[in-house]
């Protein structure tokens, strides 16, 4: 059973865009905090809480939708919708008391059947919902995945208009900070209902109640803008009226924009951290994220063979990757939960660092071509040629370059092409199968170890590549089962399971992410999340 009972994990260091604390702002700024313009590197996917799986969205879904808490000023949880929470002694059961006067942007009353209905519309298998799986820790949630159980036998019940009561299958001390995800959003069914498919594919069928309304997203076109909303309850705090938003894939673009002042907020490419780190405005955001290799079992037979596996991992260079490819945004993965998100409770140490299995992720030329030589045998081969898939945006496109360039140097034998699409597209590619290699990225949901480890069950949505370890599978279920309640045995469980995946080579970690950018000085406020939705601009302000 899945997502249960964590460990509530020291959070990774998180960066105050602008300052350290959010600066003061003046009554005044509500009326005269300027447009602030920001950037994307993909197109926004949807808007659907229940369908939203990347950051593009999560962003914008974050600005326009109501959760019951959020991660606000310094990373810290704040209420949002409920005004206050009550836990039971046994931690099975929440009571959120949500604030009066909650309005959807058509002035339709948002109340605790909001929830209701999203939480079950969401955990719904016709929804296909990937993020269903975060639901887990609600009661009956895996029933109803299974086809057991109704939606509507989910542990979520509206007590009243603003009341809500929800009930665990176990106690789970991560669960405040889980339902900050879109999936745990109200939607509202007589919306939903009346535009059926059509439910967020457009800012036309879309229904906000957060700070922003949406506002020019035709589902395909790549500007759009966060604009206020003054039917959100805390209206008063927002102190700008308009974000506008655009998709740049090429940081030159974005670079030459922000440089002629049409934009606030830009990544940066490997030549432009050398030319930026000096100026005023340079940021590196800090993020619990870990890109790696996926390599699909199912699509190449081949990558069933451990050597195989292991020798694709081995080839990789991966402090070239981080120094000359992806500088100033990356670290050299030595491990697949990303540093500084996960703190060992019985010394304090750094999950990563505790869990890393010395040399197995690491560059080695030479054992690199003597496994795959060896793997290549026991599969009665002579060569292996496989295809790549990655996001059209520059640095994916860089990465994908550097792994083709590694393996067909590194690997004698080995013949990669490469496959680059949209990150809509290669969403949908992802979730298909259709793929044989993959560049992917997470970014952690919670601050958690699980949040990465669960990826690779066997029956996990997001196990792409299918790869599959019965001792992996039982060392998580013993976590989040039998010591769900017990810290110190279940992080020795977490941590044997990120030994297994590494020593295995379910996946190959690159690096660990980060961003380098440059955000206009005179933006103040904007929070940006280690884990989660990369940003919140409910206090955003430009001057």
Do not use: C
Request: no cysteine.
């Amino acid at each position: 059973m899945r997502n249960i009972g964590k460990i509530t994990a020291l959070a990774a260091s998180v960066t105050m865009i602008g300052s350290v604390a959010l600066p003061t702002v003046t009554a005044s700024a509500a009326t005269t905090g300027k447009t602030i313009n920001w950037s994307e590197v993909a197109a926004l996917p949807t808007m659907d809480p229940a369908k939203s799986t990347d950051t593009v969205s999560a962003d914008a879904i974050g600005a326009t939708g109501l959760p019951l808490v959020q991660f606000g000023k310094g990373n810290k949880l704040e209420n949002e919708a409920a005004k206050s929470y009550d836990k039971s002694s046994d931690g099975l059961t929440y009571t959120f008391h949500l604030r009066s006067g909650l309005k959807w942007e058509n002035g339709d009353d948002l109340t605790a059947k909001d929830f209701v209905y999203g939480w079950q519309r969401s955990i719904d298998p016709k929804t296909a919902s990937e993020y269903a799986y975060l639901l887990d820790s609600v009661k009956n949630a895996k029933a109803i995945q299974d086809g057991d159980k109704q939606p509507t036998d989910l542990g979520i019940e509206a007590v009243d208009d603003h009341t809500l009561k929800v009930t665990l299958e176990s106690p789970s001390s991560y669960f405040l900070q889980e339902i900050t995800m879109p999936v745990f959003f109200p939607q509202n069914e007589k919306f939903v209902n009346e535009q059926g498919s059509k439910y967020g594919t457009s800012a036309k069928t879309y229904l906000s109640a957060g700070p922003y309304k949406l506002k020019g997203w035709s589902g395909s076109n790549n500007k759009y803008s966060f604009v206020k909303n003054d039917k959100y309850f805390d209206a008063k705090k927002v102190k700008t009226k308009k974000i506008a938003v655009q998709t740049i894939k090429d940081q030159n673009t974005g670079y030459n924009l922000y440089q002629g002042k049409k934009l606030d907020f830009t990544p940066l490419s490997p030549d432009q951290v050398k030319a930026s780190k000096n100026k005023k405005g340079y940021e590196e955001i800090k993020t619990g994220a870990t890109q790696a290799l996926q390599m699909n079992q199912e699509k190449v037979p081949e990558f069933k063979n451990a050597k195989i596996r292991q020798a694709v991992s081995y080839a990789i260079n991966r402090k070239t990757l981080s120094d000359k490819i992806v500088t100033g945004s990356a670290i050299p993965a030595t491990t697949y939960t990303p540093k500084g998100l996960v703190k060992n409770p019985n010394n304090n140490k750094d999950f990563a660092t505790d869990a890393e299995v010395k040399g197995a992720i690491k560059f080695d030329k030479k054992k690199a071509a003597t496994l795959f030589k060896q793997g290549l045998k026991e599969e009665g081969k002579s060569k292996l040629s496989v295809q790549l898939l990655t996001d059209d945006d520059d640095t994916s496109k860089r990465v994908s370059q550097f792994l083709q360039e590694q393996l067909e140097q590194n690997l004698k034998g080995m013949d990669v092409s490469i496959k680059t699409v949209p990150k809509k597209q290669r969403l949908k590619l992802s979730t298909d199968g259709d793929f044989q290699m993959l560049n992917f990225g997470w970014l952690a949901d919670y601050p958690d170890a699980s949040s990465f480890l669960d990826l690779y069950k066997a029956d996990a949505s997001y196990n792409y590549g299918k790869w599959k370890n019965a001792d992996y599978d039982a060392a998580l279920e013993s976590a989040e089962v039998k010591n769900a309640n017990n810290k110190k045995p279940q992080y020795d469980d977490f941590k044997k399971a990120e030994q297994i995946l590494e020593k295995e080579a379910g996946v190959a970690p690159l690096y660990y992410r980060s961003t380098a950018s440059m955000l206009n000085p005179s933006v103040k406020g904007v929070i940006a999340n280690p884990t989660g939705a990369p940003f919140n601009f409910k206090y955003a302000v430009k001057h």
